[in-house]
């Protein structure tokens, strides 16, 4: 009897934070897990808002996916997604290890600049996306009169077949390697010095101690800023509506910004949403198969 009086206050106390975790959980299940169950389910519908007896027509629950395979402006819009993923993920983790290993270096003036490298990735994308807009147009780009005060005849770089795509890495990579570097840069300044001075010991120069000591040790914080920085990559939308709106042509539509075409331009919202569908679980797939790649979890040797 004394037992279960001495369990009661701890199961009151966890009873009680159930209770003040309910309310936190029915906000996160209205918001993230409905439209997610909302959005499988009409996939497998031919939902037009133009037609509104299709919203919960199931009798070909496949017919939307099966459109996937042949609709070759979507495999194109892979293609593009996958170049525009792999160059600014690429530049964004190698710009990020460099300029965190460059701020780690103890100096009151790098620490005072560390702030300024952080603008970028704290502005509202759609800022960044109307700055380089700006910096792209040649009427009114302070880039373009440079260039042709140099004697330089730089094109319109968002509407040049051959640097549209360019130029949304570019502006990507400027707005989110801080990202990267912030992560690598917090991992650094945590690294015992013991690690450091052992390797000097040693005999290693700054390059032995760079690629046996330092990256082994960020491994598992190189793993993790390059699986946001692949998923963030797919969400690259308001640089694209923005500058090129998926042009010239095709060359710059990515596939959630085809998705939006066809659900808000065209009104087919089961096939949108089957799109988005191989869209997510591409995503997962490719993380898991990231993880599996690079061995993470497995000890360094």
Not at 169 to 185: G, K, Q, R, S, T
Not at 201 to 213: C, K, L, P
Request: aromatic share 16%; charged share 15%; proline share 6%.
């Amino acid at each position: 009897m004394a037992a279960n009086l001495k369990r009661d206050p701890e199961d009151l106390r966890q009873k009680f934070y159930w209770f003040c975790l309910w309310p936190a959980f029915m906000v996160l299940i209205a918001v993230t897990l409905a439209p997610t169950i909302y959005l499988f389910v009409i996939s497998f519908t031919p939902l037009d808002l133009t037609r509104p007896e299709t919203s919960w027509d199931f009798s070909k629950p496949l017919g939307q996916y099966k459109i996937i395979w042949e609709d070759k402006r979507l495999h194109n819009s892979w293609w593009v997604q996958a170049k525009l993923s792999f160059w600014t993920v690429l530049i964004q983790m190698i710009l990020g290890f460099l300029f965190a290993l460059f701020l780690n270096v103890k100096s009151k003036l790098l620490e005072a600049l560390r702030t300024v490298f952080l603008i970028p990735m704290v502005l509202p994308p759609i800022v960044v996306a109307i700055i380089w807009k700006v910096l792209y147009t040649p009427d009114i780009s302070p880039f373009h009169w440079a260039a042709e005060g140099l004697g330089f005849m730089v094109p319109a770089l968002i509407t040049d077949p051959d640097w549209a795509l360019w130029a949304i890495i570019i502006a990507d990579i400027w707005e989110w390697f801080p990202f990267v570097m912030l992560m690598i840069l917090s991992a650094l300044q945590m690294m015992p010095e013991e690690y450091i001075e052992a390797a000097k010991i040693d005999g290693a120069n700054v390059w032995q101690m760079t690629w046996y000591v330092t990256i082994p040790y960020l491994k598992g914080v190189l793993i993790v800023a390059a699986l946001f920085r692949i998923v963030d990559s797919i969400k690259a939308f308001p640089l694209i509506y923005i500058l090129t709106d998926g042009g010239p042509g095709s060359l710059t539509e990515v596939t959630n910004y085809y998705s939006f075409m066809q659900a808000f331009n065209f009104s087919y919202l089961g096939y949108s949403s089957a799109i988005t569908v191989t869209l997510v679980i591409a995503t997962i797939l490719a993380s898991w198969g990231i993880i599996r790649l690079v061995g993470w979890g497995k000890p360094i040797d």
